[in-house]
């Protein structure tokens, strides 16, 4: 069984400022997805990444494969009160078909 | 595209009845995944299909559980009797071949009193 465990598994902060959530593993995955869930609603994927060592941004979101595929970052500059949710990291290996889910972080950024 | 379509959205029942939630997804995807999130237990899968066909069920619970996909645009969750300890949200998911993720729906809140 693939396991990814999140860390921190709350963060609250104030508004402008930076964090990072990170997950980690194991395990070596072919992929890895992360997420991010409001109330209410599912998962929205944020972004995939394959490659050891790959960035990504997407806007103030910073992605981060590590080099050897077990682990990941996401760093957030100048968080928003639009950025609080439950962010997920998911993980699949090569020959499977299914992604494995880590915990989440619980961001809450306060205006 | 509407992306995947849960129903129904909430579902209130009493302990023994039968429940059946309901999942549409994306058009062209060829897998579909049903998930359970709870505080207690976070985001479990209960089973996945590739081109209709269960795949790994080994994430249901107990015989109560059941899942069907009779085609490439429906599937079904069925819990029959329904007992207190089933009350979650049920997420169904899709996503095409590869490696880009899946699109999840909106969930079922089930609540079993």
């Known amino acids: 069984t693939q396991l990814l465990e999140q860390s921190p598994q709350f963060l609250s902060i104030q508004e402008g400022e930076n964090l990072t959530v990170y997950c980690n593993s194991s395990s070596v995955f072919s992929s890895l997805q992360w997420y991010r869930q409001e109330p209410g609603e599912g998962p929205v994927l944020l972004v995939t990444?394959?490659?050891?060592?790959e960035v990504k941004k997407l806007k103030r979101l910073t992605f981060q494969f590590g080099d050897a595929r077990k682990d990941s970052s996401l760093h957030i500059t100048a968080a928003q009160p639009g950025d609080t949710g439950l962010y997920l990291c998911?993980?699949?290996?090569?020959?499977?078909?299914?992604?494995?889910f880590g915990d989440g972080t619980t961001l809450t950024v306060k205006p | 595209d509407a992306g995947v379509i849960q129903s129904p959205r909430h579902e209130v029942t009493e302990m023994g009845q039968e429940v059946t939630l309901r999942c549409k997804p994306i058009?062209?995807?060829?897998?579909l995944f049903w998930y359970r999130q709870t505080m207690m237990r976070g985001l479990e899968l209960l089973i996945y299909?590739?081109?209709?066909?269960?795949?790994?069920d080994s994430g249901m619970p107990e015989d109560r559980f059941s899942a069907k996909m009779p085609n490439a645009s429906f599937s079904t969750l069925k819990i029959q009797p329904s007992e207190p300890r089933d009350s979650a949200v049920y997420f169904c998911a899709s996503s095409p071949r590869g490696p880009g993720g899946y699109t999840f729906g909106s969930g079922t809140r089930l609540t079993v009193v």
């Open positions: 299909f590739n081109n209709n066909v269960p795949i790994d």
């Open positions: 058009s062209g995807h060829n897998s």
């Open positions: 990444v394959v490659t050891g060592g």
């Open positions: 998911a993980g699949a290996g090569a020959n499977a078909g299914k992604s494995t």
